[in-house]
């Protein structure tokens, strides 16, 4: 047991405890975002919530550019034996996550004058500096993540959630006799908790970095290689917030048609039901972080059965934790929906139990999407991924239209349509893996070969003592 906790805590994680720490960090990150919701919504109300989400749709695609993909990309290169793929990174996506924060700024007013709220300028504003600081933590995670160790993607994951909880409700209350402010710094503390969340991250960094200096100096990897290794998964993950901001257009009108309390119905799918969907999700998101190192290694050695069996193991571990908790929001439900949204009138409480029941086969199949991609990144093929999302993006939206309007009139319809959705995304991914996930070299990889810049051509110059 001492021989355990001194692997992990020195860095030399294996798979299933790197998985285990990330994981465990990526709950706790969740159910203090959830816990967090019920005070702020009983101080700022429904109107102050509605403003606060409402801030979200710019900064949630402003940060996918800047920083979503960067930990997986990141993380292979590192452990692939890439040298200083994360300080190219550094300079190429603190100058992304910059741009990102700049253009906030620049629309937040006109995205007040859009939407009709004036206090939303001021939201968007006190956001805008988060989107810089996530790029920084996101290149640092990766380059954790790539060395086989979990433990700081854990705890600055943690960290964040904290800190904004406490900053969040504090400012909440300060503030709570004027609601454009106290909605405007309870954004801030989302800034300040990202903020620190950087300063932690640059510093385990910093003081990882002394140990591992070469003796000769090798070459880096250029920014086309980090861009290679990082854009597909950013286009793929910003696939999801795009038809999510689709579908609420799409499904809000159509249900005006149904229902006088549109607005809500589809507040209680959006913000309620996929909350406590997402909170079984996190456990796997464990090995998803934890397969790229471990699998990309043995891609990039060229021997491909045992990359594709690794892949296949993570999708049978992804299973085992999966189905357990699809069948515990099955059965639990109506318990979930009263500890969390528990200010919820009958009526609205009964909906959101119906949801959580449609989508819990969820906890599977977006369980399965996250690994699958996880594993196609590891494998070399991250554009695979990157179409799956935007074809079942378009899906997804496709769906949510002709459920509610013939089938279903309802918001169940919406959440039949996620089903469909990532259940389609869930068997193209794995049959990518099981039939073609195997092949290497990529797209990219015959790019970079052609141009005569081979990743690891430094290290062997430097193996072989030239």
């Avoid at 741009?99 to 006190?126: F, H, K």
């Avoid at 920084?136 to 990766?142: K, M, Q």
């Avoid at 999801?240 to 159509?254: D, G, I, K, N, T």
Wanted: net charge positive; with cysteine.
């Amino acid at each position: 047991m001492a021989k355990f906790f001194k692997r992990i805590f020195s860095g030399e994680q294996s798979f299933v405890a790197g998985a285990m720490i990330i994981s465990a960090g990526g709950l706790i990150s969740k159910l203090l975002g959830a816990a967090y919701r019920i005070p702020l919504t009983n101080i700022l109300g429904s109107e102050g919530m509605g403003i606060y989400q409402m801030a979200y749709p710019l900064y949630c695609i402003l940060l996918t550019l800047s920083s979503s993909g960067i930990p997986a990309g990141v993380a292979r290169l590192v452990s692939s034996g890439s040298h200083g793929a994360e300080r190219t990174a550094f300079k190429l996506y603190g100058v992304a996550g910059a741009a990102g924060s700049l253009i906030m700024l620049v629309l937040a007013r006109p995205l007040a004058d859009i939407q009709g709220e004036p206090s939303l300028a001021l939201c968007c504003s006190m956001l805008a500096p988060a989107v810089l600081f996530t790029s920084v933590i996101s290149v640092v995670r990766g380059y954790f993540q790539g060395r086989h160790n979990m433990l700081p993607t854990a705890f600055t994951e943690v960290c964040e959630q904290l800190i904004k909880v406490l900053a969040g409700v504090a400012f909440a209350l300060y503030f709570k006799d004027n609601l454009p402010l106290a909605v405007g710094f309870s954004l801030l503390a989302v800034t300040i908790s990202e903020g620190i969340s950087a300063v932690f991250a640059i510093t385990l960094y910093r003081l990882e970095r002394p140990r591992l200096k070469p003796l000769y100096k090798l070459p880096q990897a250029g920014n086309g290689t980090i861009l290679a290794n990082t854009l597909p998964i950013a286009l793929a993950a910003i696939a999801m917030p795009l038809s999510q901001f689709a579908e609420s257009l799409v499904a809000v009108r159509l249900l005006r048609s149904f229902s006088a309390e549109a607005t809500a119905l589809y507040g209680i799918y959006s913000g309620c039901a996929v909350t406590i969907i997402n909170l079984p999700v996190s456990l796997t998101y464990g090995l998803a972080a934890a397969s790229i190192p471990k699998i990309s290694p043995k891609a990039a050695s060229g021997d491909v059965a045992a990359a594709r069996s690794g892949a296949l193991r993570v999708l049978g571990l992804t299973l085992v934790l999966s189905l357990p908790c699809a069948a515990g929001l099955l059965v639990f439900a109506p318990l979930a929906a009263k500890i969390i949204f528990s200010s919820l009138s009958e009526g609205h409480s009964a909906l959101l139990v119906r949801l959580v029941r449609i989508m819990s086969i969820n906890a599977v199949t977006l369980s399965l999407v996250q690994s699958s991609a996880a594993c196609l990144t590891a494998l070399g093929t991250p554009l695979r991924s990157t179409l799956t999302q935007w074809m079942t993006g378009a899906l997804r939206v496709a769906l949510t239209y002709l459920l509610i309007k013939y089938a279903v009139h309802g918001v169940e319809g919406a959440a039949i349509a996620a089903n469909a959705s990532y259940l389609v995304a869930a068997a193209i991914n794995v049959w990518y893996i099981i039939k073609t996930g195997g092949a290497y070299e990529g797209y990219f990889d015959r790019f970079r070969r052609r141009r005569g810049r081979p990743q690891r051509q430094g290290a062997e110059r430097f193996k072989r003592g030239k």
